[in-house]
Nanobody
Framework: QVQLVESGGGLVQAGGSLRLSCAAS????????MGWFRQAPGKEREFVAA????????YYKDSMKGRFTISRDIAKNTVYLQMNSLKPEDTAVYFC????????????????????WGQGTQVTVSS
């Protein structure tokens, strides 16, 4: 069972940037589709971005397109979320998630698609 540990969250002013990291324990990291989700207080956990096993395919929620970039380093068993032009409404706990993928280019965007989750990292954007 893969274990995921997020890091990189913090407090940033509006317009600033943060890079979140998610380190996976599993040596077969390349067999997992990876996703980022976030949950703001009082709201449901929502999809942010996902990346295929190969890293060749990515998908973003519309409001993140052009601001967020998901990437993965298979050699380091790590997936990243680069967040630029941050807004106060981006304030949330950000979670990394993983699921085994059969196809090298499969993408999943549903919360229930992912069986493995990290503990989350807080991102706070001040106005």
């Amino acid at each position: 069972q893969v274990q995921l540990v997020e890091s990189g969250g913090g407090l940033v002013q509006a317009g600033g940037s943060l890079r979140l990291s998610c380190a996976a324990s599993e040596r077969t990291f390349s067999s997992y589709v990876m996703g980022w989700f976030r949950q703001a207080p009082g709201k449901e956990r929502e999809f942010v971005a996902a990346i295929s096993r190969s890293g060749d395919s990515t998908y973003y929620k519309d409001s993140m397109k052009g601001r967020f970039t998901i990437s993965r380093d298979i050699a380091k068993n790590t997936v990243y979320l680069q967040m630029n032009s941050l807004k106060p409404e981006d304030t949330a706990v950000y979670f990394c998630a993983a699921r085994p993928g059969r196809s090298s280019n499969s993408i999943f965007t549903g919360r229930d698609d992912y069986p493995y989750w990290g503990q989350g990292t807080q991102v706070t954007v001040s106005s």
